[in-house]
């Protein structure tokens, strides 16, 4: 639960500060693609923004790409199933960048007086790691009648 908590308490956190920066307005999955776009420096491919953000729902990654250059925010690059790539307008370089100066405001509190908390943000990205691996198998093994 604790995971979810985490998790829910972060989709909360970027919608609200989201609702600061820009007057559109995005869920939290929208947010995080449109991060996710924006990190690195360089187009994504729906695939790509699928895997990494361990998802499986194309319709809807589709969806919220089409909502994210309505706003302005993205552009696609490219045809057909396999060329097709995303990229951050300048006002969407402006808003990803903007919510990364308060992402790392809001660790830089966290982290204040605390240099332990860096190691043991490491062990934990190793067992959320090791978490989604687990979770995902699981996914793909059926349940025996009478079970679940």
């Known amino acids: 639960m604790a995971v979810q908590r985490a998790h829910e308490g972060l989709i909360r956190w970027q919608a609200e500060s989201f609702e600061q920066l820009s007057s559109v307005t995005l869920s939290g999955a929208e947010i995080t693609l449109l ?5 690195g420096g360089r187009s994504k491919s729906i695939k790509e923004m699928a895997r990494v953000t361990n998802r499986v729902d194309i319709p809807n990654i589709q ?3 089409r909502k994210l250059a309505a706003a302005g925010l993205t552009r696609k690059q490219g045809a057909g199933r396999s060329g097709v790539s995303y990229s ?13 100066e308060l992402r790392s405001g809001l660790l830089g509190q966290a982290f204040e007086g605390r ?5 043991q943000l490491e062990s ?3 067992v959320l ?15 025996p009648d009478g079970e679940g």
Request: hydrophobic share 50%; net charge negative.
């Open 63 to 65: 969806y919220s790409l």
């Open 124 to 126: 934990a990205l190793a």
């Open 35 to 39: 991060q996710l776009i924006g990190d």
């Open 115 to 119: 240099p332990e908390m860096a190691a």
């Open 88 to 100: 951050l307008t300048d006002e969407g370089c402006r808003v990803a960048a903007e919510m990364r």
């Open 129 to 143: 790691e090791e978490l989604t691996g687990l979770y995902g198998g699981a996914a793909l093994v059926p349940v």
